[in-house]
């Protein structure tokens, strides 16, 4: 171990001094008429930045119905993520990436676009002229290509540090003092096991001097029945065991996703049950149709599938597991996590500031008469 650390230790070195030349030399543009939050993290893996920015969609369309709502995102193994592009619907993850597919899906009237020069993709195009307009920065910590009026940046309450180093001999993207930086921190995952772990947390960045405003949040789930002939999806009662299905052998998980230990905790707690069986994935699997198949394998109706949100983008497109399912006669349900935020009402009086400050700023209050 120690010559691991040995050997590795001037390489974390070599990586941070990269780092910092790398944002030193980059640019900052600011986006013409938009209020820019961004979405990010400091440690690689997941940290659950997907459903965190579709918690800010919903706040901000049950709030500020008035304005326009944009998600620019990197699109991260998508086809089409080099060149740029504007999602016109959720049915094609492998053009336009899982994380973006999902949001466009869930949230139809909001702008999705994707590119890795997200300037210039944003530029080339965006379709929304008003003021009244936020654009959602999706892992954009270390992205300071673009002016953000706001930065939120998510730690996992399980390792929010990781081990303290930088890559490659840890799993952080920069150094935690780095969190300067940010507007705000919010640990994620809280659970009842690991609360104390949040409080740990809060110490160290104290110890740190990073006195930023810092928030608890924790996920929300819900399964969802998925009818197989149209897609259209059933909410499932929370602690509701499914019908007809056996006590030995009932559920299968299978994810591709950045925390997969999380999913299956998650999917324990929401279907009731530890009888879960599970396949994991690396974090954006593709999901080949051969690999779909042979998940199949003595499996019959007595089994009962599931996987997330971000995953089912992508399966559903597979035509022949599809059909494979309907034929053996194998119900399909779908994961979705929700945020829940600890002193909710504190971090969306921020928010409220934000919109009210930016709004000010650009003269869009009304001046009486």
């Known amino acids: ?132 307009h936020i654009v959602i920065l999706d892992d954009g910590f270390q992205h300071n290509q673009i002016y953000r ?64 405003p810092t928030f608890g949040s924790s996920f929300q789930a819900e399964a969802y029945q998925i009818h197989l002939d149209t897609f259209e999806q059933t909410l499932i009662p929370n602690n509701t065991q499914m019908q007809d299905a056996s006590t030995s052998d009932r559920y299968f998980l299978f994810t591709g996703v950045g925390n997969p230990h999380h999913v299956l905790e998650t999917t324990i707690s929401t279907l009731n049950t530890n009888q879960i069986q599970h396949s994991f994935f690396p974090d954006h699997y593709e999901f080949e149709e051969k690999v779909l198949l042979s998940l199949l394998d003595g499996k019959d109706e007595k089994t009962i599938f599931v996987t997330t949100e971000k995953d089912w983008v992508k399966v559903r497109t597979q035509n022949k597991f599809i059909e494979a399912l309907k034929r053996k006669k194998i119900q399909l349900l779908v994961i979705r996590v929700d945020v829940v935020i600890k002193e909710q009402s504190v971090f969306e009086s921020m928010l409220a500031h934000l919109v009210s400050t930016y709004e000010v700023k650009n003269g869009l209050v009304s001046k009486p008469s």
Not at 44 to 50: L, S
Not at 53 to 63: D, E, G, I
Not at 85 to 103: C, V
Not at 158 to 168: E, Q, Y
């Open 149 to 212: 009026d706001f930065d939120i940046v998510l730690l996992d309450n399980n390792a929010p540090f990781g081990n303290g180093f930088t890559i490659p001999l840890g799993y952080l993207r920069e150094p935690i003092s780095h969190l300067k930086r940010a507007n705000v921190i919010v640990f994620t995952k809280i659970t009842e096991s690991n609360v104390k772990e949040f409080e740990k947390g809060k110490e160290t960045l104290k110890q740190l001097g990073i006195q930023l």
């Open 1 to 132: 171990m120690k010559v691991f650390f040995t050997l590795f230790l001037p390489l974390t070195w070599l990586y941070q001094f990269l780092f910092w030349l790398s944002q030193g030399r980059k640019k900052t543009t600011v986006l013409p008429n938009a209020l820019v939050i961004s979405v990010g993290n400091i440690t690689v893996g997941g940290t659950g930045k997907t459903p965190f920015v579709q918690y800010l969609v919903q706040y901000f369309q049950k709030t500020n119905k008035e304005y326009a709502i944009t998600i620019l995102s990197r699109g991260y193994k998508a086809k089409l993520s080099k060149q740029g592009a504007i999602l016109p619907n959720g049915n094609s993850p492998n053009l336009y990436g899982d994380e973006p597919s999902e949001h466009k899906e869930r949230f139809p009237s909001v702008q999705v676009i994707i590119g890795q020069n997200r300037i210039v993709s944003f530029s080339n195009h965006n379709q929304i002229q008003s003021k009244k």
